[in-house]
């Protein structure tokens, strides 16, 4: 996969989703951020590739999460994860996993030491990732939005279950 440039991700990444999309411009940052955070318009994006009235309609209409006004998002980091987590999940074509895991996993995350509301110089960019600043929804050991994450399946746990070696604190195994 390619390497991700840390100095300009936004921009980087709204060039790959449009590849991926098979289109020649660049996708808005609204567009990226909000398939980021929202798998149903990811998806819808991808399936409209050959439809291109319904895609620039999708284009022009990403689902309205919107950041504080002149607020950019700055850590390249916190971006490179997502993008990085976008683009492994791109590749399955945006599967998601069973409710029943999706609930476990989200079950094992809210006992989990390492929740946590976004951090305030964040804020504006969690908000478009869809987690607001006041609610514990974040994953101190990533970065992630845990309820966008969890949905992944090409996503995991980074943390070890101190009661049972060799899975996560999401009860899976841990890879070799
Ligand atoms: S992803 Fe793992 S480490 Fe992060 S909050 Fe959830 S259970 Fe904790």
Redesign the pocket.
């Known amino acids: 996969m390619k390497e991700i440039n840390t100095a300009h991700p936004l921009e980087e990444q709204c060039t790959e989703m449009a590849a991926i999309l098979g289109l020649e411009e660049p996708v808005t940052e609204q567009v990226l951020l909000s398939a980021l955070a929202n798998p149903v318009y990811a998806h819808n994006l991808l399936v409209c590739r050959n439809a291109p009235e319904f895609m620039q309609q999708l284009l022009k209409n990403p689902p309205k999460i919107v950041a504080e006004e002149g607020v950019v998002p700055s850590t390249a980091t916190l971006i490179s994860n997502a993008a990085k987590s976008f683009a492994r999940w791109a590749a399955t074509g945006f599967s998601t996993v069973s409710n029943e895991t999706y609930e476990r996993?989200l079950s094992?995350?809210d006992?989990?030491?390492?929740?946590n509301v976004p951090p305030p110089k964040q804020g504006a960019l969690y908000k478009m990732m869809g987690a607001k600043v006041d609610e514990r929804k974040v994953?101190?050991?990533?970065g992630?939005v845990?309820s966008v994450?969890?949905r992944r399946n090409t996503d995991t746990?980074?943390?070890p279950d101190p009661q049972r070696p060799g899975f996560?604190?999401?009860q899976e195994p841990i890879p070799g």
Request: include cysteine.
């Open positions: 996993r094992a995350c006992a989990c030491p390492d929740l994953c101190r050991k990533c992630c845990v994450k969890a746990c980074p943390e996560n604190r999401w």
